[in-house]
């Protein structure tokens, strides 16, 4: 029998972070991960970012999706994927630009991709242990 799936979609609204980042460590402790703390991080840049970029021009934030699921042999792979402007550069950027990169030296796999639809999904594996 496969672990279940966690799966969390929600409005893209700082508030939101915190609940969703507790899931997934909580999950991520549970299935084994190596450093369920570095997955909690990791998961945090990302929907952090995707609520800061990804509906910066609407009139309302969109949606953000989560999908975590421990693959058997392979380790803990997390979504994070909006609906939104894409990868874009901003000049009036709050932040410093180091999510991403700090995601990527905290997960095995890392890959930013452009949505056919609109918007970015965000992949990351992490090692179970």
Do not use: W
């Not at 509906?55 to 979504?79: C, K, M, N």
Request: with cysteine.
């Amino acid at each position: 029998m496969s672990p279940p799936v966690l799966v969390r979609r929600f409005t893209a609204l700082p508030e939101q972070i915190a609940g969703i980042r507790h899931e997934v460590r909580d999950y991520a402790t549970e299935h084994g991960a190596a450093d369920p703390n570095a997955v909690a991080l990791a998961v945090t840049e990302a929907i952090t970012n995707a609520v800061v970029h990804a509906y910066v021009d609407e009139a309302e934030p969109g949606e953000i999706e989560v999908v975590v699921q421990r693959l058997p042999g392979e380790g803990i792979e997390i979504l994070v994927c909006d609906e939104g402007h894409g990868m874009m550069p901003r000049t009036d950027s709050p932040g410093l630009g180091l999510g991403l990169p700090l995601v990527a030296t905290l997960a095995e796999r890392f890959e930013v991709q452009a949505r056919a639809g609109g918007g970015t999904k965000v992949l990351m594996a992490f090692a179970t242990g």
